[in-house]
């Protein structure tokens, strides 16, 4: 059994973002949703300013609070230490979404297919359309996986259940990278398996220091970053513009 | 026969709580594989509160039961 | 017993059906109704129709008046109870005829409890199976789910039966509508020296189980949001004490309002007299001030010792978004302990005062939890998210409008069924 594990260099990571685009095309998120988000940050006053990168996607923490908190075992740790939530079971509580200390879920508040970039099923878009499965829909997400077989990858199914950041596990069960790890230009993401010394996260461990988010919390990510964290008083510079 | 029931009305609830709250629901402890998302027993948790249900219902046992000749208070 | 002919057959209004009720019953049922329209638009569209949103890149709350509502609800219930058992099992001659109000308040203000989760989900029908098929130990909401939602329904429920089936046997015993009824919960009671032998034994033994259960099932509750590492602001090792103390606080003041209403049913003026009243705001006001000082111990500990994020979750509600609220709120339960304590000291208690301390006490019980609860979603964010807010919609005011309004009206039943004081000790 893989023990999967991120690394994130904030040296490398140049704050474009495309990390959050291939997660959106690969998983079909929804308007408001950010499964992988890059903060852009500075810090200090102008002029003596510093601009910082900080991708932000789900820990996957092995003593994750959003696993210990799910009444009804939507949310759990696979044995290859992916954090996944079934929404063929979760009752739509959202105290995951609570619990977590990082924010990296997102519930869909109502049917996503609804809250797409584009509403196929919309009767004005289909006389251009022709009633064509939407181009991005990707069937994968469809499947089950693991060994319990169970609904877990990507976004776009039914409302009122939470959705976050899967590793891409339609993509790693067929020994494929994340895609956001495939996407990164500067290859600021590494994935692979903790266990194999010369996996490219091992190795980047191994080459540079590195610290965990928030580690105070005691949730153990598997997402180490490397490179330095953002100081205190760091803000955001802008955001994506959010609506429904 | 009344301190009796009553009495066995109670074990049976407590057994019957720890049991499915330890043995028969989800593993308690950190999550490190699937299993620990999943009740050993489906519907144990209905079993939990069976049980402390069962503890209360005791009191009704203990009251209601009709009267026997034998009896004394 | 003399004057049999003048006194109706079952007392307090029980079985008779007024003009009043019926109207206060129609406005209610229409209110209700409103809330079901209210809840259906969620339930057909999703949570979108709330003021809920995601934390993190959103900005948002995703528990609101909802998770507000259940702590609220449970917590009035459980100080009810805890109420109603401590005045029975000590036998406060003034308190003995308030306890059945509050015992049936307590199951009907649970059962609302119980439908806010419901209503909170955004899987509604498979949360209710999946409690029961998949509940986890290891989550708070267990507790939460077993032991308050059903350790606590069924023994209150059991408890009332049992408290009130002496009465039933009485009642059993006249000619009217309702007598099966009463004789099916009678079930065989004769008033033998031995069955009241035993129901003294049994009401004790049930007070010492339901009160531990009771304050164990709300302080799971508290842990909900106690245990929290990713939020800050709730981290706290009072949330669990505070939560209890609050819920007395909280039944106490919807007792009294409830009671000063119920003065109005036939014969029960005399039995809820001032001294009743004087008793119940003694108690609130007496832990209104533990709670005061509980909010003060908190604000200080977290003023001299906390991180950024709490503190930031501390400032919006000293100075901040919240601030407005709190203040209200804070200045409400003031003004309702200093009404208490002058009552108390003067020794001269006045019914409209102790009612208008009760709901002081009521709307700030309730705008605490929102204070408990809200901020730290919108502004606790630990990684440099924006501040968040929530509003809540109308349609989550309508669920919850609509929610009270059942609870109103499972009471007008519950009076109808069930006489609201004691009857035995007229018989003694
Ligand atoms: S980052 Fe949040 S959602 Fe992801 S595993 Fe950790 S606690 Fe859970
Ligand atoms: S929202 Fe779903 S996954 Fe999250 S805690 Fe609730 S049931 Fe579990």
Redesign the interface.
């Known amino acids: 059994m893989p023990k999967y594990g991120m690394t994130i260099d904030l040296d490398r990571c140049t704050g474009c973002r495309s990390c959050m685009v291939a997660c959106k095309i690969e998983n079909n998120t929804t308007q ?3 499964w992988m ?1 890059v ?1 852009r ?1 500075e810090e200090g006053k102008f002029p003596d300013t510093k601009i910082s990168f ?1 991708p ?1 996607p789900c820990q996957h923490c092995d003593n994750a ?1 959003c696993v ?7 949310r759990y740790k696979r044995e290859d230490g992916i954090v996944a939530t079934d929404w063929d ?7 995951c ?15 996503p297919k609804k809250s797409q970039y584009m509403d196929w099923e919309d009767p004005d878009i289909q006389v251009a359309t022709a009633g064509a499965v939407p181009s991005w829909a990707n069937p994968s997400l469809n499947e089950k996986y693991g060994s319990e077989n169970r609904s877990i990858a990507g976004s776009n199914h039914i ?4 959705e976050k950041c899967t590793f891409c596990v339609q993509r790693v069960e067929k020994d494929m990278l994340p895609a956001c790890v495939d996407t990164c230009p500067t290859h600021a993401l590494q994935f692979g398996d903790l266990d194999d010394p010369d996996s490219a996260p091992s190795v980047a461990i191994k080459e540079k220091d590195g610290f965990k ?2 580690e105070d ?3 153990q990510p598997r997402v180490t970053y490397l490179g330095s964290p ?1 100081g ?1 008083g ?3 510079i802008e ?2 513009s ?1 609506k ?1 | 026969m009344r301190g009796f029931l009553t009495i066995l009305t109670i074990l049976a609830g407590v057994v019957l709580a720890v049991v499915s ?1 330890f043995f028969m ?2 593993p ?2 950190q ?1 490190t594989n699937e299993s ?4 050993r027993v ?5 079993g ?2 069976i049980g ?2 069962l ?3 005791s ?2 046992v ?3 039961l ?2 026997s000749d034998s ?3 | 017993m003399a004057t049999l002919t003048n006194i109706p057959v079952l007392p307090y209004g029980v079985g008779r059906i007024r003009r009043g009720w019926i109207a206060s019953a129609a406005v209610l049922l229409i209110i209700f109704v409103v809330g079901v329209f209210a809840y259906s638009r969620q339930f057909i ?4 129709v ?1 003021g ?7 900005g948002g709350a ?2 609101g008046l909802y998770v507000v509502f259940v702590v609220y609800f449970v917590g009035v219930s459980t100080g009810l109870m805890l109420i109603g058992i401590v005045a029975e099992l000590l036998k406060i001659g003034h308190m003995r005829s308030i306890t059945r109000i509050a015992e049936g308040l307590a199951i009907i203000s649970l059962i609302l409890g119980a439908l806010s989760v419901i209503v ?5 029908l ?2 209710i199976i ?13 507790g939460t ?3 308050v939602v ?2 606590a329904l ?2 209150s429920v ?2 009332l ?2 408290t009130v ?1 002496p009465d039933a046997a009485i009642l059993a015993k006249r000619k009217s509508g309702l007598a099966t009824f009463y004789k099916w919960w009678a ?2 009671y004769q008033d ?4 009241r ?3 003294e034994r ?1 009401s004790i ?2 007070a010492f ?2 009160l531990p ?1 009771r304050i164990l099932a709300y302080s799971t509750l508290g842990f ?1 949001f106690g245990l ?4 800050p602001g709730w981290q706290s090792a009072l949330q669990a004490p505070g939560f209890i103390i609050l819920a007395v606080v909280s039944g106490a003041a919807l007792l009294i309002l409830v009671a000063a209403a119920a003065r109005r049913i036939p014969g029960a003026r005399d039995e809820l007299s001032i001294p009743t009243f004087s008793w119940m705001s003694n108690v609130m006001t007496v832990l209104l001030v533990v709670y005061l000082y509980f909010l003060l111990a908190e604000l200080l500990t977290t003023g001299y010792t906390s991180t ?1 994020a709490s503190w930031r979750v501390t400032d919006s509600l000293l100075t901040g978004q919240y601030a407005v609220l709190n203040w209200v709120s804070i200045g409400m339960l003031v003004l309702a302990t200093g009404m208490g304590g002058w009552q108390m000291v003067m020794r001269n208690y006045s019914l409209s005062m102790m009612v208008a301390a009760g709901g002081l006490v009521t709307i700030s019980a309730i705008l605490q939890r929102y204070l408990i609860i809200v901020p730290s ?1 919108t502004t606790g ?6 501040e968040g807010t929530y509003a809540p919609t109308l349609i989550e005011y309508g669920v919850v409008v609509g929610l009270v309004a059942l609870g109103a009206l499972m009471f007008l039943a519950f009076l109808k069924l069930v006489p609201i004081l004691e009857i035995q000790k007229e018989n003694d």
């Not at chain 3, 964010?381 to 924006?386: D, E, G, I, N, S």
Request: proline share 9%; glycine share 8%.
């Open positions: 408001n949703a950010f988000y903060f940050l900080l932000r609070p210990k908190v799910c009444p009804v075992g939507a079971r979760c009752i739509g509580c959202r105290y979404e609570v619990a977590c200390p990082y924010g990296v879920n997102s519930f869909n508040y109502k049917d409302k009122g259940v939470m988010l928030l919390r005691n949730t953002f205190p760091a803000r955001e955001r994506p959010v429904d | 709250y629901a989800a308690l402890g999550s620990f998302s999943n009740p489906p519907f144990a948790a209905t939990f509160v402390v249900a503890v209360f219902i009191a009704i203990y009251e209601v009709p009267e009896e004394s208070v | 569209h999703g949570e979108e709330t809920l949103f995601d934390v993190g890149t959103r995703p528990w909170d989900l955004g899987q509604p498979r949360g999946g409690f029961f098929q998949y509940a986890r130990p290891m989550s708070p909401f267990f789910f077993t032991l059903s350790g069924f023994a059991v408890y039966f049992l089936r079930s065989g033998t020296p031995a069955e032998a035993r129901r049994s033994w049930l189980g339901i259960l909900v929290q590492v990713g939020r950024e979603l964010a630990l990684l440099p998210y924006k």
